[in-house]
């Protein structure tokens, strides 16, 4: 466990690392990502931009240039180019939305994922069954930009059931939060819904088939219990781990659509008006924000993932 | 047949180890998995090497160390002569048309894409053979495995258990090899399936002077395949003789005990029959016992058993078994004996006292 | 024989599957008296494991039908409800399959495998259980047993793990055990050990065994009767000495002879039989051997009965129409029994 944990932890700060000099370089390759140019204004002139290039360090050799960036990250000192706001304060204050919206839409999506998943399994060819996995492709096929724009202009502007867009701080009106997200999550969760209970639906099938299942039913062991303490026990760790993955994913910002289209004003929505002005700053504090969390819940679903199948346990002791 | 000086295949002191690797931050090695653990054998041309023992035993990696699929830690394998241990993968490519493998699964080691046409002759065009001179070749090798031309469009899906193991045997025959490794070609077949292979690759070795290396855990099937039979246990060869010899008077207790656990298809046989219950496991190769890795499992076992590894005493008529208690043979046999160049570096000097033996 | 332990009369398991209806089970009869090792030994897709599996409505589905009687002293199985049936499985007919690294839970300590079977059948405590699984895990010869109860199967070797399944089997104490293919996946020495384990068993608790194996050997060295399938059908049953000695079936003559045997030497080809098993889907008409058989005639279209050939011989029946003077000299083949090539054979 402790050799696992050093690992992680180390493989983590060298993946973060990584990030954040690929992050940086690419922009010093990609056309028009001169900073000094774009910030000179729309007709800049030789001597403006050369001043900002002085002011902001854009002539320091490049890896200077890095160090001074990640100083700033670091001490919570870096602010955007363009806004000259505080880019930490300003992710500190998309974070609780962008975690609001990644809890709802990841218990959301495991639960009916996993009822759907069952179910299906269960009802295999039946028209249930099928009619799920119609369900399913539709999630998986729908943009959520479309599904989302589809949801907020029915549900919310013709028929007022719901708010158009937005967010509302928990503290200031719980119902008016919970309401406000309800169709973020449900767009959100609809892509996941339907492959969480594709995947389970056919490894609940294999598992049906595995050796352990009818020495579960020759024990005489009910339907129920078979399908209870063996089948699903053994077919949910797939999904566990996809979830786990895919929450991650989300709480690091990377729903941007779903974040853009209801306005939630979220860690994803600023990362994407963030690269749309090419704003270096507040990229590279939004890509490692990302980045942390995907790797965070990678190391957590590994450590989830050897405690519901003992046989990892035992492979990490003894090595390749 | 050859006329190659000495024999087709010479495996001296071969050794193949895992390393088990471990660590908090670098990995370092922490242990090895002694699967080969310095085996020394021959095989003639036209004959067959039965190889037997227990899952674990490192029979199959044998089988695989010598045809370079896994590289080996140490010793030499020789080949028409030639020694091959070191090979780069380009200048085994000529060896590899003169050394075919057979595997045990006929159901996962054809590619399930393609075409019989294409596995048989895959690996001729590989060695330069025209598309109609493969063919030609194909057909004439799946004849001579009891198929017919009709048989090159379908894929291996359509086929049975039996019908399978006949391509497999026509793939590893399409390149006329000097040997062919069977790595239990028969155990995941019926019966009367096994016979008809058996019988198949019997007429095959007749008609082909081939020389056959087979691995297999079914004893019967050995002896009745083999010329002589190797017998391991925990990466050594304990026992090595002709065929019929191995079972009539076998030396090492191992030997022994693995011949009275298989049962005879005979009832008045079968009781008649004493048995000897080995007890436990097989124990883990990465850490085997010290002296005779047999001894923790032994029947006959001493003292002398857990301090020194026993050499490879030769009795006589290329019968060679590695014990301090030889079993079945009498004080003058044992006294004749002489310490096989077979024998591991690290076995003792000390051939087994003739008043050693029960 | 007293009233039979369990009776299996007519006994048809079909399965509907895209290609057709196939007929695993084709009227199958047998009986197995307490402390009896039955053996069915027959090939792959002969439908052993299926006649096993039927025994205890495993098989059940919306795609199979099940027919006749499965009678486990006076109660009928096939027609029993499913919740009757969950009183049967593993509490008076217990199984062991062929795979025991596949067989447990991977998920699950082993002890907590053997507890639930005990808890599922009988009202006691988690620690009872668990004590009783110690005991029985202790009894199937797994040394320290008080602390290997709470490991996980994959730290246990092939034959430990057949022996948890034994252990797991024993745990309700059953009338009926049905081991299938208990130890072909095992090494010989740790099938002696499991198969020592299976008749002390049979001795200790006076149960009805039934074997279901390929391995001819094995059936000689445990079996007190036999019963050999071919293609869904029973072909030939009787007592060992019997079925080795005074074969009545051509299948059973070349199953026979195509074993190879250690204590032989080396004699030219084995007899084998020709072609393969047929499929259960459109099966030849009559006897289902007759394709591979060197001996068919004309009437073997027509389905042979299960019948008594030798007066003498009581509970020896086989389904084949040859005379008993034919059978007896036709199966000789280089002095031992075999089936003898089409072109010898008429010779």
């Known amino acids: 466990m402790l050799r696992f944990a050093v690992r992680r932890l180390i493989s983590a700060v060298l993946v973060l690392f990584a990030v954040s000099v690929l992050t940086f370089l690419i922009f010093n390759v990609i056309p028009a990502g001169d900073p000094a140019v774009r910030m000179a204004g729309k007709v800049p002139t030789k001597p403006q931009v050369e001043a900002i290039r002085e002011e902001w360090g854009f002539d320091d050799p490049i890896y200077v240039q890095y160090g001074t960036m990640m100083k700033k990250l670091f001490t919570g000192d870096t602010v955007s180019y363009f806004t000259q706001l505080n880019v930490v304060d300003e992710i500190i204050k998309g974070a609780p939305r962008t975690f609001a919206l990644a809890i709802g839409a990841a218990v959301l999506s495991l639960l009916f994922g996993v009822i759907l998943g069952v179910y299906g399994a269960r009802h295999a060819g039946q028209w249930s069954d099928r009619a799920i996995t119609l369900l399913a492709v539709l999630g998986l096929s729908l943009p959520v930009f479309w599904l989302g724009a589809l949801m907020n202009h029915y549900l919310g502007f013709e028929l007022g059931i719901f708010p158009n867009g937005g967010y509302v701080e928990f503290g200031e009106s719980p119902t008016g939060w919970f309401w406000h997200l309800m169709l973020p999550w449900i767009a959100l969760s609809f892509l996941f819904v339907g492959f969480y209970s594709r995947v389970l639906r056919s490894d609940i099938l294999e598992t049906e088939n595995e050796d352990f299942v009818r020495t579960a039913r020759a024990k005489g062991l009910t339907e129920k219990q078979v399908m209870n303490r063996h089948v699903l026990r053994n077919s949910l760790v797939p999904i566990i781990t996809l979830w786990g993955l895919d929450f991650g994913f989300i709480l690091g910002g990377g729903a941007i659509l779903t974040e853009a289209v209801f306005n939630l004003q979220g860690v994803g929505q600023y990362a994407a008006e963030s690269i749309e002005q090419l704003d270096q700053p507040v990229i590279m504090a939004v890509t490692l924000f990302g980045a942390f969390f995907i790797v965070l819940l990678n190391a957590v679903v590994d450590i989830v993932y050897a405690a519901l199948d003992p046989r990892i346990r035992l492979e990490d002791a003894r090595a390749p | 047949m050859s006329s190659e000086p000495g024999p087709l295949l010479q495996v001296e002191h071969l050794k193949t180890y895992f390393p088990i690797k471990s660590g908090v931050l670098i990995d370092r090695e922490v242990g090895r998995v002694h699967a080969v653990d310095d085996v020394s054998f021959e095989l003639g041309d036209g004959e067959t090497l039965g190889l037997v023992g227990e899952s674990g035993c490192g029979k199959t990696t044998l089988a695989r160390t010598v045809t370079r699929l896994l590289q080996p830690s140490g010793g030499s394998v020789r080949f028409q002569g030639q020694d091959i241990t070191e090979l780069s993968q380009r200048k085994l490519r000529p060896v590899r048309r003169e050394m075919q493998m057979v595997f045990q699964d006929p159901f996962s080691s054809l590619n399930p894409r393609r075409r019989v046409r294409e596995i048989i002759g895959g690996p001729l065009r590989l060695h330069g053979a025209s598309s109609s001179k493969a063919d030609e070749r194909s057909r004439e090798i799946l004849e001579l495995v009891g198929l017919s031309g009709d048989h090159m469009d379908r894929y291996p899906h359509e086929f049975s258990g039996g019908m399978r193991q006949r391509i497999g045997i026509a793939r590893a025959l399409a390149l006329s090899p000097k040997l062919v490794v069977l790595d239990e070609p028969v155990s995941a077949l019926d019966v009367s399936i096994q016979a008809q292979i058996i019988n198949l690759l019997d007429s095959i070795q007749d008609e082909l002077g081939l020389s056959y290396l087979f691995v297999a855990h079914d004893l019967s099937v050995v002896r009745h395949v083999s010329d002589r039979i190797a017998v391991m246990y925990l990466g050594k060869i304990v026992e090595l003789a002709a065929a019929s010899e191995l079972f009539e008077g076998p030396i090492h207790p191992y030997t022994l005990s693995l011949y009275s656990a298989v049962p005879v298809p005979d009832p008045k046989e079968g009781r008649a029959r004493e048995r000897i219950v080995l007890k436990g496991d097989v124990p883990n190769p990465s850490d085997p016992p010290a002296g005779c890795r047999f001894h923790t499992r032994c029947p006959v076992a001493t003292e002398i058993c857990s301090q020194e590894e026993p050499p490879l005493a030769d009795y006589g008529g290329g019968h060679l078994a590695a014990c301090h208690h030889p079993q079945s043979i009498g004080a003058a046999r044992i006294k004749r004996a002489s310490r096989s160049p077979a024998s591991p570096e690290s076995s003792a000097r000390r051939l087994p006292a003739a008043g050693g033996a029960r | ?347």
């Open chain 3, 1 to 347: 024989m007293s009233a039979p332990l369990l009776s299996v009369e007519d006994l048809r398991v079909s399965f509907r599957t895209e290609e057709g209806v196939l007929q695993a089970v084709d009227g199958l009869s047998l009986e197995l008296a307490a402390g009896e090792i039955l053996a069915i030994v027959g090939e792959s897709g002969c439908g052993k494991s299926v006649t096993a599996m039927s025994l205890m409505g495993l098989t059940r589905g919306a795609n199979t039908k099940i027919e006749g009687r499965v009678k486990l002293g006076e109660r009928d199985l096939v027609g029993a409800s499913e919740s009757e049936l969950l009183g049967v499985r593993g509490a008076e007919i217990a199984m062991i399959f062929q795979n025991p690294m596949t067989s447990l839970d991977p998920v699950y300590r082993v002890g907590e495998q053997i507890a639930e079977q005990i808890r599922a059948h009988e009202d006691v405590s988690a620690e009872a259980a668990r004590e009783r699984s110690i005991e029985l895990l202790g009894r199937v010869g797994i040394p320290h047993a008080e602390s290997r109860v709470d490991a996980y199967p994959h730290e246990f070797s092939g034959g430990m793990r057949q022996r948890v399944m034994i252990a797991m089997a024993l745990s309700c104490s059953p009338r009926v055990l049905i081991a299938d293919e208990p130890t072909t996946a095992l090494d010989v020495t740790i099938q002696a050990q499991i198969l020592e384990r299976v008749m002390e068993l049979r001795r200790e608790e006076n149960a009805g065994v039934i074997l279901i194996t390929h391995d001819l050997g094995v059936v000689a060295e445990v079996a007190d009767r036999v019963a050999v399938m071919y293609a869904g059908r029973i072909v030939e049953q009787g007592t060992l000495d019997q079925i080795f000695y005074d074969p009545g079936h051509p299948y059973t003559w070349g199953l026979l002879g195509s074993v190879t045997r250690l204590d032989r030497d080396r004699a030219g080809a084995l007899p084998s039989i020709a072609g393969a098993p047929p499929s259960l889907i459109a099966p030849p008409q009559g006897c289902h051997f007759r394709p591979r058989c060197p001996h068919a005639r004309g009437r073997c279209e027509q389905v042979p009965p299960l019948e008594q050939r030798d007066p003498k011989a009581a509970g020896h029946l086989d389904r084949c129409w040859l005379d008993l003077e034919a059978k007896r000299s036709l199966r000789q083949v280089e002095g031992g029994i075999g089936l003898a090539p089409a072109a010898e054979a008429q010779a």
